[in-house]
């Protein structure tokens, strides 16, 4: 079973812009800018598979992906509840 990683946590919600933006803005040099250059694009692709994965209200999102805090669980869903707000 894999480790909770707070910082992909932090990462999902921050490139989702959950709690900062009205509509989902997924922003990749928003994660750059916050985790570096090294760790920004990785984490940035990260999000963007998890999204991918993510089914909204899917149990089966939560077992595959332990590692994610409810934070990024709950960015998630609301991120893919806007799907008119990819940009």
């Known amino acids: ?8 946590t932090r990462a999902v919600v921050e490139w989702t812009g959950w709690g900062r933006t009205a509509r989902p803005a997924r ?8 985790f570096g250059g ?7 692709k990260a999000a963007r598979r998890l999204e991918a ?10 077992a595959r992906h332990p590692e994610l805090g409810i ?3 709950d960015a998630l869903a609301w991120s ?3 799907e008119g707000g990819r940009g």
């Open 1 to 8: 079973m894999k480790a909770m990683e707070p910082r992909l």
């Open 27 to 34: 922003d990749d040099a928003r994660l750059i800018a916050r």
């Open 38 to 44: 090294e760790a920004g694009p990785a984490l940035a």
């Open 53 to 62: 994965d993510y089914s909204a209200g899917s149990a089966e999102f939560r």
């Open 71 to 73: 934070d990024a669980v």
């Open 80 to 82: 893919t509840a806007h």
